[in-house]
């Protein structure tokens, strides 16, 4: 790989040991990927950065960058962990114990030494000087859905790194030229039209099961191309949550939504997925009979959607089933004083700064309903048993 002569004499250990180890990372990945050179990055997103995740040598090889004085070179974000920081006990069916929040602490105390943001969400997209990062620039995330996201509707670039290289990455503030940095690798090939009467509408779940459906067919380098027009963000949130869970997947190009440039004749093959298909998977993972929990916040929740979960409420009395909303602080912060007044006096939590799936939560035979394609994938894999629902049909889930 070229490196400048400031890239070498970083490598050789002339700034330290610390910038020397995370030069050393990114360069022996990208030669092992044939990149060319290094690129500059805007920005960062850090994941795994839980304890749970990366244990006692992640803790101790981010302190150790603490201690040595790194900073990070660029604005930095991190993901969520495995607990509400103003409530350790918030998650219901969860046990978090004392060495796990002693372990936790002391990577966040490292990484806020370090100067990243401890915004402790999977939705940095949300956040006003993120999604105002020019369209075009190169950074560096870790986290899925946020990958999906940030290719797809923001037109930032960055391939799925994972947790120690976006670390490594945000301490260089740059990464290998490689993958969707390239331009032409963003351009797809492959289009897939959604056959279905004019009244079907594409909701969340059902963006969801559609982005299982592709994951699985999908077998190009190239983004695969959804030519259906997904309505709002609910639906592209979950859309990219599930291309990232299912299928590995690091971009999409969605009609009118991707701010990208291409010739129809670039489309070298076109795949119709019949809603027939869509509409047999959404029964499958329909709820049946009254669950345990009811989940929303996979990824995590934004304002609007808060507050749509608010109002279908409003008609419910007697709430028999537990409700609990994972979301970002800065969303809650921006919420209308009746939403949170009616999220209150039903009961209904809001959780910041952690998630279902980071969280040690759950156990065998749990019984939840959500409508995140990618809470149900993960859950799942615990021995959860998770079904699926939008939000808009939430009051059918609380009438079992
Ligand atoms: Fe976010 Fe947790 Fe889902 S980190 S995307 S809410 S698995």
């Not at 330290?16 to 805007?42: F, P």
């Not at 969400?121 to 949300?126: G, K, L, N, R």
């Not at 369209?135 to 996201?149: D, P």
Request: net charge positive; hydrophobic share 35%.
């Amino acid at each position: 790989m070229y490196l400048t002569k400031e890239e070498e004499k970083i490598l050789n250990g002339e700034y330290g040991w610390g910038l020397a180890k995370a030069m050393q990372v990114i360069v022996s990945v990208g030669d092992s990927l044939n990149s060319e050179k290094l690129i500059n990055i805007a920005h960062a997103h850090i994941s795994g950065v839980s304890y749970g995740n990366i244990g006692e040598p992640g803790k101790k090889l981010i302190k150790q960058f603490a201690d040595e004085g790194i900073k990070f070179s660029v604005k930095t974000t991190v993901n969520p962990i495995g607990y509400d920081t103003m409530d350790y006990d918030a998650i219901p069916f969860t046990r978090i114990d004392k060495s796990y929040i002693i372990g936790q602490e002391e990577i966040l105390r490292s990484l806020n030494k370090m100067g990243a943001d401890l915004t402790l969400s999977c939705t940095p997209y949300y956040l006003p000087n993120v999604n105002e990062i020019k369209k075009g620039s190169s950074v560096a995330w870790g986290e899925s859905n946020a990958v999906v996201y940030g290719n797809s509707v923001l037109g930032i670039k960055t391939n799925r790194e994972g947790g120690p290289i976006s670390l490594m990455a945000a301490i260089i503030g740059k990464i290998y030229y490689y993958g969707l940095h390239i331009e032409k690798n963003r351009i797809p090939e492959i289009k897939y039209k959604i056959h279905k009467p004019e009244d079907y509408e594409i909701n969340e779940v059902r963006a969801g099961i559609i982005g299982e459906i592709i994951s699985k067919i999908h077998n190009n380098d190239k983004p695969p191309y959804l030519e259906e027009k997904l309505k709002n963000d609910t639906t592209i949130k979950e859309f990219s949550a599930s291309l990232g869970a299912a299928g590995n997947l690091a971009m999409v190009v969605i009609n009118g939504i991707t701010p990208i440039r291409f010739d129809e004749k670039e489309i070298k093959e076109t795949i119709t997925i019949d809603f027939n298909d869509i509409k047999k998977r959404e029964e499958e993972l329909k709820p049946n009979g009254r669950p345990d929990l009811i989940y929303f916040g996979c990824p995590h929740t934004n304002k609007h959607e808060i507050e749509k979960i608010a109002n279908n409420l409003k008609k419910i009395n007697n709430l028999k089933t537990k409700i609990i909303i994972t979301t970002s602080r800065k969303e809650i912060s921006k919420l209308d004083r009746d939403a949170l007044n009616i999220l209150r006096s039903k009961d209904v939590k809001l959780i910041s700064d952690t998630c279902l799936i980071v969280s040690p939560f759950g156990y065998k035979g749990l019984n939840i309903v959500t409508n995140s394609y990618k809470a149900y994938f993960y859950l799942t894999k615990r021995g959860i048993k998770v079904s699926l629902i939008s939000i808009d049909n939430l009051e059918e889930v609380l009438r079992l």
